[in-house]
């Protein structure tokens, strides 16, 4: 009984340690701008956000990064770049990706820039009324 409550212990511990204002970005077909408005939402909720991709989607998390910031509502925290190890199944072997993962952090205009932004889709929503 001692060993099933440990292994119940350590599992909590390992849902906490992972990050609730990470990002994952995949290569799928979601459009840029749902990570964008995701990322503006996640800071909303805390002080930062991480956005993280592999390979192919390493481009997306880029542009996304570079959005928020042209746009005034991030700042560069920390950037780093690694290589992974993920198995092949296909091949049966190891394969290497690449891996980016961006810190970005609140402007101090963030958020009058979302209530500028909200009292404008509100505005719009009375006009096509």
Same mark, same amino acid.
């Given at each position: 009984?001692?060993?099933? $409550?440990?292994?119940?212990?350590?599992?909590?511990?390992?849902?906490?340690?992972?990050?609730?204002?990470?990002?994952? *970005?995949?290569?799928?077909?979601?459009?840029?701008?749902?990570?964008?408005?995701?990322?503006? &939402?996640?800071?909303?909720?805390?002080?930062?956000? #991480?956005?993280?991709?592999?390979?192919?989607?390493?481009?997306? *998390?880029?542009?996304?990064?570079?959005?928020?910031?042209?746009?005034?509502?991030? *700042?560069?925290?920390?950037?780093?770049?690694?290589?992974?190890?993920? &198995?092949? #199944?296909? &091949?049966? &072997?190891?394969?290497?990706?690449?891996?980016?993962?961006? *810190?970005?952090?609140? $402007?101090?205009?963030?958020?009058?820039?979302?209530?500028?932004?909200? #009292?404008?889709?509100?505005?719009?929503?009375? #006009?096509?009324?």
């Amino acid at each position: 009984m001692e060993e099933i $409550t440990d292994g119940v212990s350590n599992m909590n511990i390992a849902q906490d340690t992972q990050k609730k204002n990470r990002i994952q *970005v995949s290569n799928t077909k979601k459009p840029l701008f749902f990570y964008v408005n995701l990322a503006k &939402r996640y800071m909303q909720q805390h002080e930062e956000v #991480e956005l993280s991709a592999l390979g192919m989607a390493i481009s997306t *998390v880029v542009s996304v990064a570079e959005i928020l910031k042209n746009n005034g509502f991030a *700042v560069e925290k920390k950037i780093t770049t690694s290589t992974v190890e993920i &198995r092949d #199944e296909s &091949r049966g &072997r190891p394969i290497s990706k690449a891996k980016i993962e961006i *810190v970005l952090g609140k $402007t101090d205009k963030f958020d009058e820039l979302m209530a500028a932004a909200a #009292e404008e889709r509100a505005r719009d929503g009375e #006009e096509q009324s």
